[in-house]
């Protein structure tokens, strides 16, 4: 592969790949928090950190989306969807 065939689309990819980069490295305290929580659920365990579930009083109806929640997801598609336009650059 040679770069010097890259175009329009494989810059743009490039570009969109280093900018969702960008954002997980600026929040990298929610995503690992984020991974943490998963690996708990995955695991089975519950982390029980939230200060109101141990009152019985409170009931939430839903559970509330984490922080930041679609800007990680963004941010991740960002960074995949622009390395599928740079190496489709590349080969076209």
Do not use: C, K
Not at 1 to 10: A, D, P, T
Not at 46 to 51: A, E
């Amino acid at each position: 592969m040679s770069l010097h065939n890259l175009g329009q689309m494989g810059a743009i990819g490039e570009i969109m790949a280093l900018f969702g980069a960008a954002i997980l490295w600026t929040f990298r305290a929610q995503a690992f928090e984020w991974l943490r929580e998963f690996f708990d659920i995955w695991r089975g365990q519950i982390s029980g950190r939230d200060p109101l579930l141990s009152d019985p009083l409170y009931h939430r109806a839903r559970p509330r989306r984490p922080r930041g929640a679609l800007l990680l997801v963004g941010a991740l598609a960002l960074v995949f969807i622009g390395q599928v336009l740079f190496l489709l650059d590349l080969t076209l």
